[in-house]
Each structure stands twice: as C-alpha cells, then as structure tokens.
C-alpha cells in the first residue's frame, strides 16, 4: 500500500511540475523578441540560372527570391532531385556539401542562392537521363517548387546551403 501512495504522489508531483513547466516555458517563450519568420513556398519564386563550369564541374545557381510583402528568412540547404516527364525522381536526391550554415533574411524583392553542383558528361560516368523537372524544396519546407529546367546529372550532385549574394 505504501508503495502505491509513493507511486501516486511521485506521478501527481511529475504531472504538477510539467504542467507548471509547461506554462512557464509558454510564458518565457512568447516574451522573447518577434523573430523573422521562415519564408514559406508562397513567399518565394525559385528559378535556376545558367550554369558556369570549372574544372569538370557545372554550377547551378538556384535563385530564392521573397515575391512576398514581408521579411522572411531562410536557413539551411534546400532539397534538391530531378524528375522525368511523369513526375518520377530519376536516381537520389542531391547531397549536402557539409558547408556551414547562416541565416539569411530577404527583405520584399531579395534574392539568395544555393548552388547545385554535377560534373560534365565527359568527366564522369553513370550519366542519368535528363531531367524535365527540377524538384527544390526550400530549406525547411515540407513543399516542393517544381521547376520546368532539362538537367543531366553525371557523377556528383550536390547542393550547398542558402547564401546571401556577395
């Protein structure tokens, strides 16, 4: 029996604290300064530049630009793959480069980059199909931009995390 009342006053204690804890960190999180939001799918328009090459490698930029009202930020590397005709991802999504990350915030009209990079089709083999799509999903978004661009990935594909412009 007393084991049963140590077990009921332990749980009614742990309850009482997290319910507390829980309104306590409610409380201190929702006095912290307004922080910029994320940019979401809607805020942004994507596009992908033409590519520069070096050294056996061709560059993509993949272009992020608040079309939105408002200032909104962006962290970390978006999610890249390519896709046919029928909506089909063509081999694996792109990998991440391992480059540090920063926060970048767009104010209405700005611009940020990531850059996608493969290695020419002479360099490297195991060349996919060309793409129809390009799938790109913004850093920490759940939903795809998909971006009409005939793309051939041979060997490496890799992106790097969102950077301002120099």
């Known amino acids: 029996m007393t084991n049963v009342l140590t077990r009921a006053a332990t749980i009614a204690a742990a309850m009482l ?12 999180a929702s006095a912290l300064p307004n922080a910029t939001p ?8 994507l596009a992908i530049d033409s590519p520069e090459g070096a050294a056996g490698s061709l560059y993509y930029p993949i272009q992020f630009t608040n079309t939105s009202t408002h ?3 962006l962290r970390g590397y978006p999610g890249v793959s390519v896709v046919d ?25 700005d611009s ?9 089709a002479g360099v490297a083999r195991g060349c996919r199909p060309t793409s129809t799509y ?13 971006i009409p661009y ?4 041979c060997g490496a594909f890799e992106i790097s995390p969102v950077e301002a412009g120099d």
């Open 112 to 120: 940020v980059s990531a850059i996608l990079r493969t290695n020419s």
């Open 85 to 109: 005709v029928r909506h089909r991802q063509i081999g694996t999504s792109a990998i991440r480069t391992g480059e540090p990350v920063d926060t970048v915030t767009l104010q209405p009209g």
């Open 134 to 146: 390009v799938n790109v999903y913004p850093p920490n978004s759940f939903q795809a931009v998909q």
């Open 71 to 73: 200032t909104c930020a």
């Open 150 to 153: 005939h793309l051939r990935v």
């Open 38 to 45: 994320t940019c979401h799918v809607a805020d942004l328009n």
């Open 17 to 28: 604290f997290a319910t507390t804890g829980a309104a306590v960190g409610a409380t201190q």
